[in-house]
């Protein structure tokens, strides 16, 4: 039973354009979601959050929208880097403190 | 920053081999946690732990054990290893309170040959 998923397993995107990344969720319970980035041969990293009081939250290129009516979720980054080129995970978080990860979206940032 | 250090960054077993996995985090943070990574399967927790001498497991434990002797290290062991182990795992530390997010280590790619 995937609690988070990513629907889209690659995505790409011009340089200097605009790439969203899409997250759906089951669990009404989460309360907290986060967007990791990842490099081959790399751990993830973190890149932004957003609690389930917000429905916006920006830094710098990177904005998450939260919809929770929809359960869903996106990441926008604007304007695409090749730098952004990664693999990028959502995860989604309750009072269980442990994040439940979706399976991925592989972005490609072309020139 | 927080540290989570993975002993290897590549290890090549062959089968029926028992494996050890090594992980430090030099934060002090109470929660560890062990993943792998395949293609088109994303992050999938293997087993958790809350504190020292405590485990739990998660969504794929079988084949996998660990242990927890001291609260900066989270060990993942493969009892007897099999080719559907090979796999990117990834270990992260969380603190305790309000800490959003883990941080991860830089993760071990296992081959079982």
């Known amino acids: 039973d995937q609690q988070v998923k990513q629907n889209s397993p690659s995505l790409s995107v011009q340089e200097g354009r605009i790439s969203i990344l899409n997250c759906d969720y089951t669990n009404s319970m989460f309360d907290y979601f986060l967007w990791y980035k990842k490099y081959p041969a790399e751990g993830p990293t973190f890149l932004i959050s957003i609690s389930s009081i917000k429905d916006k939250n920006e830094d710098g290129r990177f904005t998450v929208f939260l919809n929770k009516s929809a359960k869903h979720l996106s990441l926008h980054i604007v304007p695409s880097q090749p730098g952004d080129s990664a693999v990028y995970f959502c995860?989604?978080?309750?009072?269980?403190?442990?994040?439940?990860f979706g399976t991925g979206t592989r972005l490609q940032v072309t020139l | 920053d927080v540290k989570v250090t993975q002993s290897s960054r590549y290890l090549v077993k062959r089968t029926g081999e028992k494996v050890f996995l090594e992980c430090v985090q030099d934060?002090?943070?109470?929660?560890m946690f062990w993943y792998r990574q395949d293609p088109g399967l994303g992050l999938r927790l293997i087993y958790f732990?809350?504190?020292?001498?405590?485990?739990e497991k998660g969504d794929i434990p079988e084949g996998y054990s660990v242990s927890r002797e001291k609260k900066e290290r989270f060990s993942l062991i493969l009892e007897s290893a099999s080719t559907n182990q090979t796999s990117m795992y990834l270990c992260?530390?969380?603190?305790?309170?309000?800490?959003?997010?883990?941080?991860f280590g830089s993760g071990t790619r296992l081959t079982v040959v």
């Open positions: 992260a530390s969380r603190g305790g309170g309000t800490t959003p997010g883990y941080t």
């Open positions: 934060m002090d943070h109470e929660n």
């Open positions: 732990s809350y504190d020292v001498k405590m485990k």
């Open positions: 995860a989604a978080d309750s009072t269980a403190s442990k994040l439940t």
